[in-house]
């Protein structure tokens, strides 16, 4: 990272040399401030993720070393093995990958069809609905936990993966973003349609969904993002192996292996990495679905 | 004329059915909830015993409950300092990224994006140990410039920072990317004409830059601080468990968030009827930050 960075710096310097000397030095000061600032700024960004790879690759005694060894001098896999031996980590991260898959699924379907009714059918009460949808974004989660919770419980829903993805299968916020979106489509697109004689359903796979491509991998990253990392509500709900998810897992495995350090961050680096990779591949999309929450209020 | 009122017959069924999913769900998952949270705030609720009907009186025991004032002092303390600290930061990497003679500034974004992306829990346990007070990499390097770095989570002052600086790492990227979008609305245009008229730099940046920005300047600030009264994963992860300090929220209460108390309360106290009343406290404190800033957008800055 660094030595493309300080090249570019040396083919910047030279094309300062065309102004007055008096001028040329306060500028390329300027440059190299930003650079620096910029620079502490990503190592800080960094730092406890290079920590945590690199400590999930070595032995416990290497870990607590001073000064840390950033490459390890014993690199071991160990910690890996270790982890799905002691703990059924796999099963965590089964668990983690149903319940998002799921979660992001339901929300996408409910958010288009509802945003597509609310914005082009004429149904009475629909202002009525928009409101109530906007105003329960103010709404937290935190406040309706504890009743979320007596719910799972009447319904026998505790430790169970319906019971940890129930509180997320729908999300005011997608509502509103698929309905502003579909807005903008014109409505003869859909009348021609119906002219020719498509059905509803029809329209709404054919046409509707096709258009609405952008917004929806906005929202299945951002609904994605935020349900990998979930903590407080599978917290509550799971109580055994059967339903945890990899962010409880990863918490019950530290509290039991309290100083197994080598483990927790083999863990952690098995919990971070899926999301990282997604983004390093998709930047546009992540970056884009995040940026959308800007919408939101 | 028959056809025409068939039609929009047709037409309000199918809206019907397409809402119904969400309507179904909105109703189970957000309105009751909600309606039952706010009916559980008046009563008394023990473990063991019938409920009884306080009105209220939860509401009235909040004002005397030291456990309450304390978490509510640490939530805003917390709001306080990893709101502008955030706001500050992105909106320098944010001004600085868009800097014209920068190399490798998509790598830049990639890099300060990433703890957007990175799972909350598993980035807390490597803080953790990078704030350990004997082998952990934070006190090496205060060492390194000949400052004795202090217990960190073990410490009833430093625990606090400590999390708050996580806090910041964690959001910054995501604050950044809407500075950058916000960015990108401004006319170039107005810019060289700021220059041409020979303002400098920072009479750019506070005449020209920072007005036109101000809608996304206030849409960051709320999104910020109602994350921050919701704060929980960072407290929890970070107090409890470990070597020393085992109590979620400790040592000694001092980072006890609102969210923690009210999962202490319901989880591990099981005062239900307290910890509802307490949860729409938190409603109350979110539903007045997005009305003030409903107030504020509605006014925006005119140019």
Known sequence: MSPDIFSGMTVKAPACTGMPGSKRRPLALLHLLTYVALLAGAVWTLLPLAWMVSASLKPLSEVMRIPPTWVPLQPTLDNFRQVFVQFPFGRYLLNSVIVAAVVVVSVLLTSSLAGYSLAKFNVPGRTFIFFLILSSLMVPFQTRMIPLYRMAVAFRLIDTRLGVMFPWLIDAFGIFLMRQFIATIPTELIEAARIDGASEPFIFVRIILPLTKQALSALAVFTLTANWEEFLWPLIVSTSEASRTLPVGLQGFAEQYGTNIHWQMAGSVIAVAPLIIAFLVLQRQFVEGIAMTGLKG | ?303
């Open chain 2, 1 to 303: 004329m028959r056809s025409i009122s068939h039609e929009r017959r047709r037409q309000v069924v199918w809206g019907y059915i397409f809402l119904a999913p969400a309507l179904a769900l909105f109703a189970v998952i957000l309105v009751y909830p909600l309606l039952y949270a706010l009916w559980l705030g008046f009563y008394d609720w023990p473990v063991f015993g019938e409920k009884t009907f306080v009105g209220l009186g939860n509401y009235a025991r909040m004002l005397s409950d030291p456990l309450f004032r304390k978490s509510l002092v640490n939530t805003v303390c917390w709001t306080c300092c990893v709101v502008p600290a955030t706001v500050v930061i992105s909106l320098a990497v944010a001004l600085l990224l868009e800097a014209k003679f920068l190399k490798g500034r998509g790598l830049f974004r990639t890099i300060y994006f990433i703890p957007v992306v990175t799972s909350v829990v598993g980035a807390a346990f490597a803080w953790k140990w990078l704030f350990e007070p004997t082998f952990g990499v934070i006190n090496w390097l205060l060492g390194l410039v000949g400052i004795r770095g202090p217990g960190w989570l073990a410490s009833t002052t430093w625990a606090l920072p400590a999390m708050m600086a996580v806090g910041v790492w964690k959001q910054v990227g995501f604050a950044m990317v809407i500075f950058l979008a916000g960015l990108q609305t401004i006319p170039k245009e107005l810019k060289e004409a700021a220059t041409v008229d020979g303002a400098s730099s920072s009479q750019q940046f506070f005449r020209v830059i920072l007005p036109l920005l101000n809608p996304t300047v206030v849409l960051v600030l709320v999104m910020l601080v109602i994350n921050a009264f919701r704060v929980f994963t960072i407290p929890y992860v970070m107090s409890a468990g470990g070597f020393t300090w085992a109590t979620p929220g400790g040592p000694l209460d001092s980072t006890r968030v609102l969210v923690l108390h009210i999962y202490d309360l319901a989880f591990s106290k099981f005062q239900v009827g307290y910890a509802s009343a307490t949860a729409f406290v938190l409603l109350v404190i979110i539903m007045m930050v997005t009305i003030i800033q409903i107030k504020l957008v509605q006014r925006p800055f005119e140019y």
